[in-house]
């Protein structure tokens, strides 16, 4: 059974960082492609960032030049860290393998102004 298992949200300022990770179960960790999305209140869940199995990653306009997604093979685990963070980024980010229908819970990110 496929389990994704993020973490590392919370509450912080704006301008400050938070370093999200997706811990994968149940998958060949290493065949695999993943994205982090997230959906902010009243909003529907909209793609942050991706990266394919070789390392090459794609990110859309909002996450260019602040966020940056990694994985760690050896740990089954993306990451992915945020910098310069925005009122905006408010949301719950989830985790996914690309072309699956598996999500994790999510994690919280609150920026305060």
């Known amino acids: 059974q496929v389990q994704l298992v993020e973490s590392g949200g919370g509450l912080v300022q704006s301008g400050g960082s938070l370093r999200l990770s997706c811990v994968a179960s149940g998958i060949i960790f290493e065949y695999n492609a993943f994205a982090w999305y997230r959906r902010s209140p009243g909003n529907e869940r909209e793609l942050v960032a991706s990266i394919l199995n070789d390392g090459r990653t794609n990110y859309v306009n909002f996450a260019k030049g602040r966020f940056t997604i990694s994985r760690d093979n050896a740990k089954s685990t993306v990451f992915l860290q945020m910098n310069s963070l925005k009122p905006e980024d408010t949301a719950v980010y989830y985790c996914?393998?690309?072309?699956?229908?598996?999500w994790g819970q999510g994690t919280r990110v609150t920026v305060s102004a």
């Open positions: 996914k393998p690309l072309g699956s229908g598996y």
